[in-house]
Nanobody, 123 residues
Framework: VQLQASGGGLVQAGGSLRLSCAVS????????FAWFRQGSGKEREFVAA??????YYADSVKGRFTISGDSKKNAVYLQMNSLRPEDTAAYYC???????????????????WGQGTQVTVSS
């Protein structure tokens, strides 16, 4: 599986962006797709995940970000609203066919990764 993330950019605080992750092949509904982010000098952190229609979010983005998938387009999206300067990071999409629920927020649980797309939020 190959993943390609896009949609990053520069936005003012309070603005919105939608990230896209193109998936190279059709995957089953039980696959887990996730978004992680890594700020400069920081460790990679969980942002959101989707599996079998269920969604999971980090507390820091809950209510502002929405993860969704489109099986017909083989794509996963991250709609980001009310962006804050602390959301500035490189965002990565990830996938794995066998993530267990208790590890859904753990980056090492994922086998496939896209390249990062930079999101910069100015104050």
């Amino acid at each position: 599986v190959q993943l390609q993330a896009s949609g990053g950019g520069l936005v003012q605080a309070g603005g919105s962006l939608r990230l896209s992750c193109a998936v190279s092949e059709r995957t089953g509904s039980r696959q887990t797709f996730a978004w992680f982010r890594q700020g400069s000098g920081k460790e990679r952190e969980f942002v959101a995940a989707i599996r079998s229609g269920y969604t999971y979010y980090a507390d820091s983005v809950k209510g502002r970000f929405t993860i969704s998938g489109d099986s017909k387009k083989n794509a996963v999206y991250l709609q980001m609203n009310s962006l804050r300067p602390e959301d500035t990071a490189a965002y990565y999409c990830a996938n794995d066919p066998s993530v267990i629920l208790s590890n859904i927020r753990v980056s090492r649980s994922y086998t496939y990764w896209g390249q990062g797309t930079q999101v910069t939020v100015s104050s």
